[in-house]
């Protein structure tokens, strides 16, 4: 079974101080990872996946094996981060699982 | 490139109804997924399509049933509407699959009274 946690609902930061989303999966195989954002009123979207590896809005993940966690970090959050973020994983049965989101807010 | 539709966007369903929800892909699109996002649940995969075959099912009761057409379109069929299935249903779409990137839809809020 593929399962994966978000630990924080909420997560309050202000403007400009670094913010860090966990995310742990349980996957005995290799998964595909992957972070999804919703802003207020729009739709849910593809924010990065890990085997881009790429920086997407300022925000890196970086897949830990050993720790089984695909954390969303960014070192100086912006009052335009503010959403709903959520970790998925897709295994080999090409399901995609999400978390239970992280609500972030960045005050100002 | 239009983005992916739903239609309705919104229901109010009594119980031992049924119902039928409709998404169009983006063009080019053969993979369309469906998702049931509750509060208390969050979002929970119900199955997917590719090419008109039902490749993957998620953890739902035979109540909830899916299927696609020829030019990618999806419906899923809820029959015999329970309280519980209150929830917003989100379908997304992708070229091949789960592992590439899903563009959702805006979703159907589904009440049943």
């Known amino acids: 079974a593929q399962r994966v946690t978000q630990p924080e609902k909420l997560l309050s930061v202000f403007k400009g101080a670094p913010v860090e989303l966990k995310c742990n999966y349980s996957y005995s195989g290799s998964p595909e990872l992957f972070w999804y954002v919703q802003y207020s009123r729009q739709r849910l979207q593809l924010l990065l996946r890990?085997?881009s590896r790429e920086s997407i809005k300022g925000f890196t993940a970086d897949l830990n094996k050993g720790e089984t966690s695909f954390h969303l970090k960014k070192p100086f959050a912006q009052e335009e981060d503010s959403a709903m973020y959520y970790c998925a994983l897709s295994g080999s049965a090409r399901q995609l699982t999400f978390g239970s989101g992280t609500q972030l807010t960045v005050l100002p | 490139k239009a983005g992916v539709t739903q239609t309705p966007r919104y229901l109010i369903k009594t119980r031992g109804q049924q119902v039928t929800l409709s998404c169009s892909p983006i063009s080019g699109h053969r993979s369309v997924s469906w998702y049931q996002q509750t509060p208390g649940q969050g979002l929970q995969f119900l199955f997917e399509y590719f090419s008109e075959t039902q490749r993957n099912k998620g953890n739902f009761p035979g109540r909830f049933s899916g299927r696609q057409f020829s030019n990618s379109r999806s419906e899923m069929n809820v029959s015999t509407l329970e309280l519980g299935d209150s929830a917003l249903y989100l379908c997304?779409?992708?070229?091949?699959?789960?592992?590439?990137?899903?563009?959702f839809g805006p979703g159907t809020r589904l009440t049943v009274l």
């Open positions: 890990h085997i």
């Open positions: 997304a779409s992708s070229i091949a699959g789960n592992a590439d990137t899903q563009y």
